[in-house]
């Protein structure tokens, strides 16, 4: 099936009926191939590892007594899966738990790795915690060298990687923010907005030339996670640096956010919640 048949297929752009009565169906899945094969990564032989991290808010569900509960879900979709999930289906999903009931957490989380697992093609952790001790550790912005101060010209409406430049004969290590990150859904043209943080080891890229690169994402039309994967591949192109990691975390839409990190390394990964989220 054609992307654009496989989407016209979604949830995405369509009015829904809500059930609050536990529905594994509503998942949608979505090739990760396609959006990769077109900025020319071989699917074969992915050039990254990493994760889409989701954290869900407004997330309810009812015990054994029916007394209801609230909490924070984190859930880890591996990078090589064959499938990321549609968001709209997975807050659909969610949303089938609120009235539903379960003896204990454990029951929610096992029948949910499963029915996600399932759904992208490869395991998924799920995590369940309170609400009011989620998220302690939450940040300003990224750390690293914010670059959203920089005067730059910004007339390109789409994706510019020629704008992206690098000193090969300067090899250096840093951590570059920026908050300017937005690009808009593939389907319905809404707005995402999110920070990125590229932290990497290599020839030192010029900051204002990355700059008119993010910003040049502003108008372009894609999921999350293809932006960040995008963005990650062009700069490897263009510096092949020995150590490279890419991470996007955008603004929460339905209760969700979604976070990608991509990496050309083992790394733990930090979930920390930035001031807009």
Known sequence: MQDQELLA??????????????????????????N????????????????????????TWLDAHGEPHFGVLKILVPCDSPNLIESKSLKLYLFSFANTKF??????????QQDLSQAAGKP???????????FANTSASMHGILIDTLEILCPDKDINS????AD?????????CSDFLK??????????????????TGPKIDQARLLQYIVSYRNHQ????????????????????????????????????????????????????????
């Open 222 to 277: 894609g999921f999350h996670e293809q932006c960040i994967e995008h963005i990650y591949f062009d700069i490897l192109k263009l510096c092949n640096p020995s150590k490279l990691i890419v991470q996007g975390r955008y603004t929460r839409r339905g209760g969700l956010d979604i976070n990608p990190i991509r990496a050309n390394l083992e790394l733990k990964y930090e979930n920390i919640r930035l001031f807009r989220q």
């Open 9 to 34: 297929a979604s949830p995405l752009g369509k009015t829904n009926v809500y059930t609050d009565q536990y529905d594994a169906s509503l998942l949608f899945a979505i090739c990760r191939d396609g």
């Open 162 to 165: 020629k704008l992206l430049s």
């Open 168 to 176: 090969q004969t300067n090899i250096v290590t840093e951590q570059l």
């Open 103 to 112: 003896e204990n957490i454990s029951k929610i989380i096992n029948l949910m």
């Open 36 to 59: 990769r094969v077109n900025i020319g990564i071989d699917v074969k032989s992915l050039p990254f590892k990493g994760v889409d991290i989701w954290n869900g808010f407004d997330f």
């Open 183 to 200: 690009s808009n859904c593939l389907v319905t043209g809404k707005p995402d907005w999110g920070s990125v943080r590229i932290s990497y």
């Open 124 to 134: 998924v952790t799920v995590s369940l915690e309170d609400q009011l001790t989620s």
